[in-house]
C-alpha cells in the first residue's frame, strides 16, 4: 500500500471532532500507529494539531489495553501537548489517567459495612473508630499521586473526588474527637455524626463510579455472549449460541412461570473443528451461559484427554474418570480430542472404551446424573466416526447440541495476527502485513494448520526475530520498538535456499532432454502467472510428473530441483520432496492401505510426492496396490494446488502402469525421459565425486575410466560410478596401510585402485 492511501484513511476533521471521552475514538490503534509511523517519512502530509490528537487516542488505546501503570501513555500525551497543547482530549484523558488509580483505590476503600451504634460498649466503639481511621489513612497514603484534585477544571469525576477528601477529612477529625473522648473516659462521641459521614462517602463512591467512563473499568463484568461478539469472525456460531442462549432462558423463563418439561433442554455439547479454530474457548462460554441461567451452579470447566482418563491397567480408566467427573459435578467436563478414546482395531489392553462406558453410565443414572455438562471436542470427520462407533455416547447429545467451528478466512487471520501483535505491543506497517500474508500462506498445506493458534506463533517468532536484531537506545524513536517492518519477515524462513534451482539443474552432468523440459516448463509458468497477474486468462498448469529411465539417470535429483523450482515460481508452498515406494503405500490387509496412503500424502502436502518404482503398486485388481492407486487419484484431485506428484521407474515398465488406470492418464501428462549417460557423462561424475572427497587422479587414470565406460554396458549409471569411486578409495587405503607409506600421496587415486575396484563391482553386479 502507498503512502498516500495510508494517509487517506485519516480525516483531520473526523480526529478533532472526537471530544468526547465517553465515546470510542474514530480510529483504530493500529490506524493511529501507522499514520503515526509514515507522518516521520512525510511530515507535511498532517497538522501538528491532527497529530497531537493521533497521539492522544492511542493513549485511549492503550488505557484500554493496559489498565495498570502504563509510562508510555505518559510519554505519548507529553508528545502530543508538543504538537498542540490547547487540545481539550489531553487535559481529558490525563484525568482520566489519574482518576483510574483513584478508581481502583476507591473500590479499596472498605466501609460500606461500617455501623457505630450507641448501645456499643466504649471499647467496641473505640475498636471501630480505630480500625475505620486506619482505613483512611490508608487511602490518603494510595491517592497522594493524584495532585490533578487541586486544579480548578470543573469535571465530575473532580468535583466528586475533591467532596470525596473534604468529608473523609471531616469524617477523621470526628473520629479522633471520639478516640479523644474514649481514651479520656469521657462520654459524647458523635455516634450518628460519624454514620452520617459514612453514608455520603458510600453515597460519593456510588457517584464516583457513575461518572467514572465504564468503559475503561476493567472489572466491567462482560457477559458470555457480549465476549462471543468481540470474537474475530465465526458469524455462524455467534448465531447459533445466541438462539441457543434464547432458547435456555425461554425456557427456564417458563419454569418460573409454572410450566413443566418432561424432556429437559440437553446441556451436553459437541464441538468439532480443526486446530486452532476456538474449541475450547467456546467450552468456556457454554460453561458461563449455563451458570449464568442458573443450568449449573458454577461456571468451572475441568479440561482433560486421553492420557487423563485412560489407565494401564484393569479397573484404572473407570476410576481416572469417575475423578473427574466428581471434579466435573456443578460444571462442564471438557474432553479434548475425545475421539481417541476409542481406536480403531484396539485390543484388548486398550482401556478407551471403558472410559466412554463410565461416562454415559454416569451422564444418565446413578448421583451424578444432570448434575454436570459434557462437551466433547475434536476434528469434524474422526468426531463423526468415533460417535457412529459409540450408540449409547450418540445419543446422549441432540442433533441441535453440535457445533462446528469453520477454519477462519484469510482476512480473519491477518486480523487476529494484527491484534496478537498489538497484544504485545507491536504493530505491522501495511507492507510487512501484506508479506505476512505469505508466511501464513506457506504455513497452511493440510487440515495440521493451527488457524488463530498458528498465526499467533508466526506473529511470536516475527517479534522474536526483530528483538534478536536490534537493542533499546534511550535516544531510540519509541516507535521504533513496535512495528514489524517487512525486513523482519524477511529474515523468518530458516530454510531459505540461495542457490538458484535453475543453476542446481544447468550444473547436473547430462540431462540435455531434461534440462530443456525443466526450462520448458519454467518459462510457461512464469509467462501464465504474468498473465494472470495482468487479469488475462491462464492456461492450466500441469505439474505431476512421470520421470522414466534407468536406475541412477539422476530422476530423485531432479524432483528435488524441480519441487524448489515450483517453490520459487509460488507453485508450492514447501518445496520439499518425500520419497516413497509401495512398502510406503501398500498395506497387508483390507482398509489399511487408504490410510496409508493418505498418511503418506500429508507428509507431502505443499510439495512433492515421489513415489520410485510407482509400477510395482499394481499388481492386478486383487492387489491392495490398488487402493493405493485409487487414493491417491482421489487426493491428488482434493489437494490439486497443493500436491504434485512424481511416479519413476523403467520407461516400458511406466508406460503400462498409466495406460492401465484411467485416474491416472488424465492426471499425468508431463514425461521426463532420463536417458542413461553416455561414456563422457560418467567420466565427468567420477571426476566430480572425485574431487568432491578431495582426492586427484592423472590421465591415465581418466583414460582407463573412459574406455571401461564406453567399451563395457553399465548397470546403475551415476549410481554404478558413486559405488566405484568409493571402492577405489577403499582399495587406496589399503594399499597405501600395506606398504607403510601415509605420504602426501594418500590424496592421489590409482589406476591399480580402479582396476581392483572395477573388478569387485563388476563382479558383483554380474554375479
Not at 481539550?88 to 457505630?116: E, H, N
Not at 473522648?181 to 463510579?209: A, M, P, S
Not at 509458468?525 to 498448469?541: D, F, M
Request: hydrophobic share 35%.
Amino acid at each position: 500500500m502507498t503512502n498516500h492511501l495510508i494517509f487517506s484513511k485519516i480525516n483531520e476533521t473526523t480526529l478533532l471532532n472526537w471530544t468526547d471521552i465517553n465515546t470510542k475514538p474514530p480510529y483504530r490503534e493500529i490506524d493511529c500507529l501507522r499514520a503515526i509511523d509514515q507522518y516521520r517519512i512525510e511530515p507535511d502530509k498532517l497538522a501538528h494539531t491532527a497529530v497531537s490528537a493521533l497521539h492522544t487516542m492511542l493513549v485511549y488505546h492503550r488505557l484500554m489495553r493496559h489498565h495498570e501503570t502504563d509510562h508510555l501513555s505518559d510519554k505519548l500525551l507529553n508528545i502530543a501537548k508538543e504538537y498542540d497543547q490547547k487540545l481539550p482530549m489531553i487535559d481529558s484523558m490525563t484525568q482520566i489517567k489519574q482518576f483510574y488509580r483513584v478508581f481502583q483505590d476507591i473500590r479499596t476503600l472498605d466501609i460500606a459495612d461500617f455501623t457505630l451504634r450507641e448501645t456499643d460498649f466504649d471499647q467496641l466503639k473505640l475498636k471501630k473508630m480505630t480500625l475505620l481511621k486506619a482505613e483512611i489513612n490508608r487511602f490518603f497514603e494510595l491517592t497522594r499521586h493524584v495532585s490533578i484534585y487541586q486544579s480548578g477544571k470543573e469535571q465530575p469525576l473532580h468535583k466528586i473526588f475533591i467532596e470525596l477528601k473534604n468529608v473523609l477529612v471531616e469524617l477523621e477529625g470526628t473520629l479522633d474527637e471520639g478516640i479523644d473522648l474514649i481514651d479520656n473516659r469521657r462520654t459524647g462521641v458523635k455516634t450518628g455524626t460519624i454514620n452520617e459521614h459514612v453514608r455520603h462517602v458510600h453515597e460519593l463512591i456510588n457517584q464516583f463510579y457513575d461518572a467514572f467512563p465504564s468503559i475503561f473499568n476493567s472489572e466491567l463484568k462482560q457477559s458470555p455472549l457480549e465476549k462471543l461478539e468481540s470474537m474475530i469472525g465465526l458469524e455462524h456460531v455467534k448465531r447459533y449460541m445466541r438462539q441457543y442462549y434464547h432458547y435456555l432462558k425461554y425456557q427456564q423463563d417458563r419454569k418460573s412461570i409454572g410450566f413443566q418439561m418432561i424432556d429437559e433442554p440437553g446441556l451436553h455439547m459437541i464441538i468439532t473443528g480443526n486446530p486452532g479454530t476456538g474449541k475450547t474457548t467456546i467450552a468456556r462460554l457454554l460453561a458461563e451461559i449455563y451458570h449464568e441461567l442458573g443450568l449449573l451452579e458454577t461456571e468451572k470447566v475441568i479440561e482433560v484427554n486421553r492420557s487423563h482418563l485412560v489407565g494401564s491397567f484393569v479397573g484404572q480408566s473407570e476410576e481416572n474418570t469417575m475423578a473427574y467427573i466428581r471434579e466435573a459435578v456443578g460444571g462442564v467436563l471438557f474432553i479434548d480430542e475425545a475421539y481417541s478414546l476409542h481406536r480403531q482395531n484396539q485390543s484388548g489392553s486398550d482401556y478407551g472404551q471403558s472410559v466412554i462406558d463410565t461416562l454415559v453410565s454416569a451422564m444418565t443414572s446413578g448421583e451424578y446424573a444432570g448434575k454436570f455438562a459434557v462437551i466433547l471436542a475434536g476434528y469434524p470427520e474422526e468426531m463423526r466416526q468415533f460417535l457412529w462407533a459409540n450408540p449409547g455416547l450418540r445419543s446422549r447429545f441432540p442433533e441441535q447440541n453440535f457445533i462446528h467451528l469453520p477454519d477462519f478466512k484469510m482476512s480473519e487471520l491477518l486480523e487476529i495476527a494484527e491484534e496478537a501483535a498489538l497484544h504485545n505491543d507491536y504493530f505491522f506497517t501495511e507492507t510487512a502485513l501484506n508479506g505476512f500474508y505469505g508466511l501464513i500462506e506457506r504455513a497452511k498445506v493440510d487440515d495440521s494448520f493451527g488457524n488463530a493458534r498458528t498465526v499467533r506463533d508466526l506473529v511470536m517468532k516475527a517479534i522474536f526475530k526483530k528483538g534478536a536484531s536490534i537493542s533499546v537506545d534511550e535516544q531510540d524513536d519509541w516507535l521504533d520498538h513496535m512495528h514489524i517492518e517487512s525486513k523482519d519477515l524477511a529474515v523468518m524462513d530458516d530454510e531459505k535456499d540461495d542457490t538458484d534451482p535453475m543453476e542446481q539443474l544447468e550444473n547436473l552432468v547430462g540431462l540435455t532432454h531434461v534440462k530443456d523440459e525443466v526450462k520448458k516448463l519454467s518459462s510457461f509458468v512464469k509467462i501464465q502467472q504474468t498473465r494472470k497477474n495482468q487479469g488475462l486468462p491462464s492456461v492450466p498448469i500441469q505439474l505431476h510428473a512421470v520421470f522414466s529411465g534407468n536406475p541412477g539417470t539422476g530422476k530423485t535429483t531432479v524432483a528435488k530441483i524441480y519441487s524448489k523450482l515450483l517453490k520459487e515460481r509460488g507453485l508450492l508452498k514447501r518445496g520439499h520432496v518425500i520419497l516413497a515406494s509401495r512398502s510406503d503405500l501398500v498395506a497387508g490387509y483390507v482398509g489399511q492401505t487408504a490410510i496409508k496412503t493418505k498418511n503418506k500424502i500429508r507428509e507431502a502436502l505443499g510439495g512433492v510426492l515421489f513415489i520410485d518404482e510407482a509400477y510395482s503398486l499394481y499388481r492386478g485388481e486383487n492387489d491392495f496396490g490398488k487402493e493405493a492407486i485409487d487414493t491417491l487419484v482421489d487426493e491428488m484431485t482434493k489437494h490439486n494446488e497443493n500436491l504434485v506428484v512424481i511416479l519413476a521407474g523403467y520407461k516400458q515398465d511406466m508406460k503400462r502402469f498409466i495406460d492401465s488406470n484411467p485416474g491416472l492418464s488424465s492426471r499425468f501428462k508431463k514425461y521426463f525421459v532420463f536417458q542413461d549417460y553416455s561414456g563422457n557423462d560418467l567420466l565427468d561424475i567420477s571426476l566430480f565425486h572425485i574431487e568432491r572427497y578431495h582426492y586427484q587422479v592423472n590421465q591415465e587414470v581418466k583414460d582407463y575410466l573412459l574406455e571401461q565406460f564406453t567399451d563395457q554396458a553399465i548397470t546403475g549409471n551415476a549410481r554404478f560410478v558413486v559405488n566405484l569411486v568409493e571402492e577405489a578409495i577403499q582399495f587406496q587405503a589399503l594399499r597405501l596401510s600395506e606398504a607403510d607409506e601415509l605420504t602426501e600421496t594418500f590424496t592421489e587415486l590409482s589406476v591399480q585402485d580402479f582396476k581392483n575396484a572395477w573388478q569387485q563391482i563388476k563382479g558383483s553386479v554380474d554375479e
